[in-house]
């Protein structure tokens, strides 16, 4: 908690957290019913993970908009899973202060910082709590398998299932768990081990197919023909490699790193195999030490889901994702380090020195790591130094920097992304917005529908549609204004404003009715004087002069000087009297 406490006063970034949060109107509406209803069926930003959305609407309810307390919702979590990891392995096995180290470790490694400083990856941290749960939980029904136990295992399985598809392997890391600590093998059948986890491999299944579902509608899985299967499993080998290597030298730390594609050199690649394979083989030959091939294949399996085979997103590799396989590499550590200074009859206050000077050099680390994602300028400016060729960073930077009203400054981090991965939507789209306010209206138009041409994800095309529809309604081309609006709002129902633009331009077509209905369809998405003042208006030139009043009324408590609102309410209730 006292590492993380800067954690709360960090904003909310660019990256993800808009989608989660700050411009997710689901989610700003809190625990309602539609927005319940919302979070079980929909596969918004790739996943179904309904515990997600509920985590984030119980956050609006209780903090509202203000990033600390989001904050301080993914700190508490991180925290719990903290202790729970603790209290498992020290019940599990029985050495308390080797489990206090691991907990340790895991509490403070730099790695981790993305999962837990990150708004939009609450649902690591929430998906991870329900695992543990659910090895506790195990743990209770093997002391005294019965249905009911078994049930309680299965049901928090699911909830962690919904809280992020990561949890698939569980029902193979219990198997693990049955070879050590728990000792459950030989003693009882393998077949019978498998056997056992045969519905909840039924649930791993049922989750994988729907979320393979939620990311290909969602347009998140990456296409073969971009990146050919040899190539994808070249960086699965080497991005194993990078793990155990960050895992133990945590820097040069990034939100992204760029997928190397066709430019992996075929020495890191044969490096890196030869270093899994003598590990594996070390391992397994000294498999009396159960601890060590345990470790060794929690970490390989619980990384299989995300390692890249089947590439979501254009990431090489992500720290987020080392959160939970991290736990194998701890114990073998820590186990294996705490059997060595027994060999040699190191002291207790020796072994606690080094322990804590450990602990000491990751705090630092991580605290420098938590101060990178205070905004989302330092977040991005610190992933270009680190990295190279990073088009994501290049165009969130831009994004921050026009946020910062920098245009001047942005619009070469736009360019950059652009340049470096020509089909990446979201910078066609910010350099379009920005040549757009400055009334180059062809170069934007040009900017636009680039970011059409690539986009993938359906809320920044609507939004992209709406402005073209703005664009081409400044150009006085109507038509094609109100085609656009129109589009954007079969992406995305709630795009407000093209709500309002469209009914703009049916109010000057004299289409009254239909005006009228997009302005009322604008004002439920979200207060907006705006959609009040033209609705307003509208039922002012229909004759209904007492509804236009109150819509006015309505205009003038949510901005009180917008335009000519209260000379048009004063005009109106003069006729109405």
């Not at 979320?211 to 080998?237: C, F």
């Not at 895992?247 to 990034?254: H, N, T, Y």
């Not at 009203?405 to 910010?430: C, F, G, K, W």
């Not at 529908?449 to 609507?462: I, V």
């Amino acid at each position: 908690m006292a590492l993380y406490y800067p954690a709360l006063q960090n904003g909310f970034v660019n990256y993800d957290d808009p989608a989660y949060v700050t411009s997710n109107l689901h989610v700003q509406q809190g625990l309602t019913s539609r927005s319940l209803a919302w979070a079980f069926t929909s596969t918004a930003e790739a996943n179904w993970h309904p515990l997600t959305w509920i985590s984030h609407m119980l956050d609006v309810r209780l903090f509202g908009l203000g990033p600390a307390g989001h904050h301080a919702q993914s700190v508490f979590w991180h925290a719990a899973n903290v202790v729970l990891l603790f209290l498992l392995l020290a019940k599990a096995t029985g050495f308390v202060g080797r489990s206090t180290l691991v907990a340790g470790l895991f509490a403070i490694h730099p790695l981790n910082v993305e999962s837990v400083a990150w708004v939009a990856e609450r649902k690591t941290v929430l998906c991870t709590f329900f695992f543990l749960l659910t090895l506790g939980a195990y743990g209770w029904y093997v002391k005294r398998p019965r249905a009911s136990r078994y049930l309680l295992v299965a049901l928090l399985f699911a909830l962690g299932l919904m809280a992020k598809p990561m949890a698939i392997t569980l029902p193979c890391a219990l198997l693990l768990l049955d070879f050590w600590p728990l000792q459950r093998f030989p003693a009882t059948p393998l077949s019978m081990l498998v056997l056992e986890k045969i519905p909840l491999l039924a649930l791993s299944a049922a989750s994988a197919a729907i979320t393979l579902y939620a990311q290909r509608t969602g347009g998140a899985l990456g296409s073969t023909e971009l990146l050919p299967l040899a190539m994808r499993v070249k960086n699965a080998i080497y991005s194993y490699f990078i793990y155990v290597e960050k895992a133990v030298w945590p820097s040069r730390l990034a939100v992204f790193y760029p997928h190397p594609e066709g430019s992996l050199a075929l020495w890191k690649v044969l490096g890196a195999s030869a270093v899994l394979a003598a590990v594996t083989a070390l391992f397994w030959h000294f498999r009396e030490r159960r601890y060590l091939l345990v470790g060794w294949l929690w970490f390989l399996g619980t990384l299989a889901p995300v390692i890249g085979i089947v590439q979501v997103g254009r990431q090489a590799w992500a720290d987020r994702y080392a959160y939970l396989p991290l736990w194998g590499l701890f114990v073998i550590g820590v186990w294996l380090l705490s059997e060595a200074a027994a060999r040699i009859s190191l002291s207790r206050a020796a072994q606690v020195a080094i322990a804590l000077a450990v602990l000491l050099g990751y705090s630092v680390t991580a605290h420098i790591q938590i101060g990178y994602w205070r905004n989302s300028y330092s977040l991005f400016a610190h992933a270009i130094q680190v990295t190279d060729a990073n088009p994501i960073a290049e165009g969130n930077l831009g994004s921050a920097l026009m946020e910062m009203r920098r245009p001047d400054l942005a619009v070469s981090h736009l360019e950059r992304a652009i340049q470096l991965m020509p089909t990446l939507a979201t910078p066609h789209y910010n350099l379009g917005t920005l040549l757009h306010r400055q009334n180059e209206l062809d170069r934007a138009q040009r900017e636009y529908q680039l970011a059409l041409k690539y986009a993938s994800d359906e809320r920044e095309a609507a939004q992209t549609h709406n402005n073209l529809g703005v664009l081409f309604n400044q150009l006085g081309r109507r038509d094609e204004a109100a085609a656009e609006f129109t589009a954007a709002i079969a992406l995305n129902p709630y795009e407000q404003n093209s709500l309002i633009g469209r009914g703009m331009i049916e109010r000057e077509e004299g289409k009254l009715d239909a005006a009228l209905q997009d302005f009322a369809r604008a004002a439920q998405v979200a207060p907006s004087p705006l959609a009040f003042y033209w609705q307003g208006r509208v039922l002012e030139e229909k004759g209904q002069l007492s509804a236009a009043a109150e819509a006015y009324r309505t205009a003038v408590k949510l901005a009180p000087n917008f335009g000519d609102t209260q000379v048009r309410l004063g005009n109106v209730e003069k006729a109405v009297k």
